[in-house]
């Protein structure tokens, strides 16, 4: 004789409180995500005594040129031969781009001045020169 089963098994997954993970999830990922700035070279920004902000660092490239002659450009070194290239290719993609030019205020000016020729060759005009504040 056979018997029947009266009460019947079920292999679904229960879904109702996966939104609550899954906001929760977000919401802790948006909490101890840091973004992350440049951090280029070591450098010490020459002082001004007037300034003026950029208005958005969206279409913004940053070159660092550290007192011993290095030049970085989002954190990558690259040599002044190569300078052209890459920036050739950012205003390519992008031709709204501004090149903000940090540069050690013992920074030799034959690299910074290497660095411009470089900038016009590569058709990188707007050329932005970051500095400090001067405190009286």
Do not use: C
């Amino acid at each position: 004789m056979k018997f029947n089963r009266k009460t019947k098994i079920s292999s679904d997954i229960p879904t109702a409180s996966m939104p609550d993970i899954i906001f929760m999830l977000l919401i802790f990922f948006m909490v101890t995500t840091v973004l992350r700035e440049y951090s280029g070279l070591p450098i010490k920004l020459p002082k001004a005594k007037r300034i003026e902000k950029l208005q958005s660092k969206r279409h913004v490239t940053q070159i660092w040129v550290s007192k011993e002659g290095l030049i970085s450009i989002e954190d990558r070194l690259y040599s002044l031969n190569n300078v052209r290239n890459v920036m050739y290719e950012k205003r390519a993609a992008d031709p709204q781009l501004t090149v903000s030019l940090k540069a050690d205020e013992a920074a030799r000016m034959e690299i910074i001045s290497g660095i411009h020729n470089e900038l016009r060759k590569a058709d990188a005009l707007k050329l932005n020169y970051s500095t400090k504040t001067e405190v009286n």
